[in-house]
């Protein structure tokens, strides 16, 4: 009997997917891709522990056998010799990578969804009645309504599972309600992340996105946090990360192939904000620099305002200067009574065009040049 909560997230990180599944209880758990068997373990020690397991599978190898299947042995009693076990229960996925020879690229985008399912999950599906099926997820920012319980974790994997499949991959990013709660410290044990590091790169196909991290959107001796977050230390740490990565723009932005470039963000850090949110502008002045100067992408995508925005190079509410797009997609109303409206993103050789839209209706599409 299965005791998979949800079918698999298939998160994209860096050049491996990082296959990750909730379980209802302790579990051994591995993939067999291909020929290969790659197991959730620890230095050779298979984890039982954990309600999420985590399996690197190298993307090359998943896209070219377009299938996976999962392997779960329920523990009955782990010890030191002679654990008891059930045994595995399997099941296999297809698998559809973002393919490097498609002409037009889908992508659905959820942000703030708050804890809330439903809606997030009836937007994509009616972007997808109107466009056709995605080719990849974005969650950005703010899919559990808080870290304070492990249960919250869950929605991610609800709205992945409806979503995608487990069949296509998922870009995620950390939102600043992310930061907020008791399990905060442990989010990485729960979801995607390069080496215990939020902010990371992804190739899927011909797109090179850059998944960056603000942390917490006031300043880090706000009262609200009371004395529990460091984000300045952190986002300088990026700030470093940033700088790397432009030492070797071939191998990644400027890799062959790359026809478009994202930037995945929860908080829109080169937009005007009022007090008390206007921090960080030598930190967010540089980040904005390096992306203008050095990574030129065509769009960034963000969350967090619970309203849309497109602002180009000439929008008033731009903190800083640059010619790239910055989109923000994610209509939220919270309450008895929740509104969800997500945004899609189509890529056809120089056109893209932003698609903001609720469960019934697509609200407005844009092209940008
Ligand atoms: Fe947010």
Redesign the pocket.
Known sequence: MSILKTKPAVFAVGNMYQIMVPVESESLLWIKCGNTCYYDEINGVLRSGCLVHKVCVPMEELDNVGEYTVYCRKIIKRKAYFTESEEPYQESFKFHPVSTNKKKILAYQI??AHNHVDGPVAAAKRFEEEYGKIDFLVLN??IPDHSGTIENFDTIYKIADRITGGEIPIIFAR???DLRGSFAEKLTDYTPNENGNTYFTVRLGNIWALVLDCGE?KADDNCEYAHTVSCSPFRKRETEYLKSLIKHPDEHYMAPGISHRLVIA??PFTQISPEPFNIENEIYGEWTRVLENEIKPDLMLC??MHDFGIHSSDSQNNRFEHSFTVVIGSKVILGSEPYFAGMGLLLQGEKTEIVFNDDKEILSAKNID
């Open positions: 942000g703030d920012g703010d939102g600043n309600h959107d929860h908080f969350a967090h």
